[in-house]
């Protein structure tokens, strides 16, 4: 069975409605600092509307910068065909999240990301 575009369109704004939150979606760039060194930014590729859902997996354990941290994983739900890839980073609620697995289906009504947030 196909979908209509007209159809399509619509089933994509009611399924915004349910999204509640807003967030900032940014990806990691390298720039030259007065010195000339090459140094990672964040730059903002939009703000669009969220919701943030545990994502049922339990917490790992992971190392960073000699500590053990637990990551928590998180689902975000964006609207479809929100530009986003895997390692870019979410901001929302006070919440950092790095996105892990970013799904995208054909006549996808929603874009689901799978994100770490770590403690």
Same mark, same amino acid.
């Given at each position: ?40 930014t964040w730059? /903002?590729?939009? !703000? ?22 637990? !990551?928590?994983?998180?689902?975000? /739900? ?12 979410i901001t929302?609620?006070?919440? !950092? ?12 009504i929603i ?9």
């Amino acid at each position: 069975m196909s979908i209509g575009a007209g159809e399509l369109t619509e089933l994509r704004r009611e399924a915004e409605r349910f999204l509640p939150d807003v967030c900032v979606l940014e990806r990691k760039t390298t720039a030259r600092d007065e010195q000339g060194y090459e140094v990672e930014t964040w730059a /903002t590729l939009s !703000t669009v509307a969220c919701r943030v859902a545990d994502s049922g997996l339990s917490p790992t354990e992971r190392l960073i910068a000699d500590q053990l941290r637990a !990551t928590v994983s998180v689902v975000v /739900t964006l609207p479809a065909l929100t530009a986003i890839d895997e390692e870019d980073r979410i901001t929302t609620g006070g919440r !950092t999240l790095e996105a892990v697995h970013v799904g995208v289906r054909s006549n996808e009504i929603i874009r689901r990301c799978l994100c770490s947030e770590v403690s």
